[in-house]
């Protein structure tokens, strides 16, 4: 504003004066330049830290967990052997060759990320390691199998033999437990420097802030002394007008513009304080946004080989509950009737769904994200379902394997609204990391049940009766409760396959498996053993209630196949066996069934007969 005005013609004005808002525009330069360079020693720090020392810190805390498994396989195998070498049993034998299996894997994990910090001492502990596999492993093999043999051992040979391996794997451990230490070490270096980074990035920003403050207070005092100087020279020229003394005055010396002071101080501070939020609410976003992508990081993680469905599905919801802090519900596909099922929930008791009903395909939120395949966004009206309505707001993100939907993530509860754009788009990155780990493991669980199962009764098969009953077996032993097996073979089952064919005879084992699943008690199981035999596990029976419970099924079945509207009579002969007086073990038990069968078989057919009775 030019000071000869229209206001005041009358007034000189010095031309050197300085005017108010080049001094307010010298303090506002140096207050942004100040922010600005604090700022970038933040970011600096932040990008430092994210491309340099976190790096540093992971691949050190890797190789450190790297080499200890690699140990941990290593000292499976060297037990094992030693145990095998001098014992001669297979089960040490397996204790061996399991580790063994995955030692390559663990030794180019380990030559990886351990190389890579220390590749001297990675090479020592390989080298060691190897030696001791090539020159002791093979002659505790052959020892071993010697022993199993039963061929005679030679005690002096063999504690030379027991002799070198320790040596051997001293050697080894004596170069693990160097890497090992060495990798400690690095990765208390890495935190180190980690911390002295920040205390050096953050005492710059602290003297940065004291030259600013000082710089500001010396700038305010300099606009101190331009008002007074400016409010002095216009008092002194009132005095004088007031006086009547209306000759000129000299060229007044101060500010130009007494009036835009406030202004100009106001606007300063405006700027400064918006640009402070700013900063603050980007370091919150950042700061959300790191939290929630490693959440997405952690599950990948964490879920990483696992074909457990159960586990992975709570694992997921455990997640994007983390990432939202709302209610979450994971809802898996069928495949069959078109409608969702809850898998998990976050607010209910160890993530049980099993209240939620089904929700149809194409319903709500959930119905239409899986129909979709497309994220559906807030709906605040009551979310109609395949049963009832349900009050609240949703976002619903479906899980999707190359173009199919396999289940859908739902957030729900009061809170939805204030959701951001970029937290929905976390959780879709969660959802196409979940939907490939889901897919996995519903893959595993479906190969392991048919592999499971017989394709002709549906009935569990000889592969799960021997899982089953070992596990049995061993509940029972530890517990000393009474386990009983019936073994159920079809009397002339060939006469009848002869005369009827093969599709009757299937029909009629068909019929047999329904007939026994139905008629046993709750906690026993029916198995198919091979062709037109079956097994019977009872649980908690000794050999007198398993004699009864068999009798009682072979009338059924003697009166079943008797009725009119069966095309021919079948009988089915049974024997009886049960722990601990017919056999330490599952086989043993079979085995004592399987000869109580041929007794009743010689004996007339269509009866029981126990393993006693031999």
């Not at 390691?129 to 090539?134: E, K, P």
């Not at 050999?543 to 095309?567: K, M, S, T």
Request: proline content about 3%.
């Amino acid at each position: 504003m030019d000071p000869s005005n229209e206001h005041e013609p009358h007034r000189v004005v010095d031309a050197s004066a300085t005017s108010l808002l080049t001094i307010l525009g010298r303090w506002r330069l140096l207050t942004v330049v100040g922010m600005a360079a604090i700022a970038a020693s933040l970011v600096a720090l932040l990008v430092t830290h994210e491309r340099t020392y976190e790096p540093a810190l992971r691949m050190a805390i890797e190789a450190s967990r790297s080499v200890r498994e690699t140990h941990e396989a290593i000292l499976d195998q060297e037990t094992g052997l030693r145990a095998y070498l001098v014992t001669g049993e297979e089960d040490f034998l397996r204790v061996y060759q399991r580790s063994a299996n995955r030692l390559d894997e663990l030794n180019a994990r380990a030559e990886e990320v351990a190389g890579e910090v220390d590749p001297s001492r990675t090479l020592s502990m390989r080298l060691s390691q190897q030696a001791w596999i090539d020159a002791w492993v093979p002659a505790a093999l052959e020892q071993g199998r010697a022993v199993a043999a039963g061929d005679p051992v030679d005690g002096v040979a063999l504690e030379r033999l027991l002799q070198r391996g320790r040596e051997l794997f001293d050697r080894y451990r004596v170069a693990q437990v160097d890497l090992q230490e060495a990798l400690t070490r690095n990765r208390t270096d890495a935190m180190a420097d980690q911390t002295r980074a920040i205390t050096r990035t953050a005492g710059f920003a602290l003297v940065l802030a004291v030259v600013l403050a000082v710089a500001s207070a010396w700038r305010g005092a300099h606009l101190r002394r331009s008002v007074k100087a400016g409010l002095s020279g216009v008092l002194a020229h009132l005095d004088r007008i007031r006086s009547g003394n209306l000759d000129p005055v000299e060229p007044l010396r101060g500010p130009l513009e007494l009036a835009l002071i406030d202004a100009g101080i106001g606007a300063t501070a405006q700027e400064l304080r918006a640009a402070g939020e700013q900063l603050e609410a980007q370091a919150d976003r950042l700061m959300t946004q790191n939290h929630q992508l490693g959440q997405v990081l952690g599950l990948a993680r964490e879920v990483a080989g696992s074909l457990n469905l159960g586990y992975v599905v709570r694992g997921v919801c455990s997640a994007a509950h983390a990432i939202v802090s709302e209610q979450v519900v994971v809802w898996l596909r069928s495949d069959d009737d078109g409608h969702l099922y809850a898998a998990s929930d976050s607010e209910a008791e160890n993530m049980d769904a099993s209240g939620h009903e089904p929700i149809e395909l194409g319903a709500g939120n959930v119905g239409r994200a899986a129909r979709f395949g497309r994220t559906q966004g807030l709906v605040t009206s009551s979310l109609v379902d395949g049963s009832g309505a349900r009050d609240g707001a949703s976002i619903a993100v479906p899980m999707v394997v190359g173009a199919e939907v396999i289940g859908v993530l739902e957030v729900c509860g009061d809170r939805v609204a204030t959701i951001a754009m970029d937290t929905v788009q976390v959780l879709e990155a969660l959802a196409v990391q979940a939907a490939t780990a889901i897919g996995a493991a519903r893959v595993h669980e479906h190969t392991e049940l048919l592999a499971m199962t017989d394709a002709l009764t549906h009935l569990p098969n000889r592969r799960r009766l021997e899982v089953d009953l070992a596990q049995e077996v061993a509940v029972s032993t530890r517990h000393s409760r009474p386990l009983a097996v019936a073994m159920i073979d079809v009397d002339h089952f060939k006469a009848y396959n002869d005369a009827l064919g093969h599709p009757a005879a299937d029909v009629a084992l068909q019929d047999l498996a329904r007939l026994l699943m139905a008629n046993v008690r709750t906690g026993d199981t029916v198995y198919r053993y091979g062709g037109e035999e079956l097994v019977v596990v009872m649980r908690e029976t000794d050999i007198q209630g398993a004699a009864h419970h068999a009798e009682r099924l072979c009338r059924l079945v003697e009166h079943h196949f008797a009725a009119p509207d069966q095309p021919r009579a079948l009988t089915v002969s049974v024997g009886v066996a049960a722990l601990p007086d017919h056999g330490p073990g599952g086989d043993a038990l079979v085995a004592a069934a399987d000869a109580a069968l041929y007794i009743a078989k010689r004996t007339g057919r269509n009866r029981i007969a126990t393993a006693g009775d031999a």
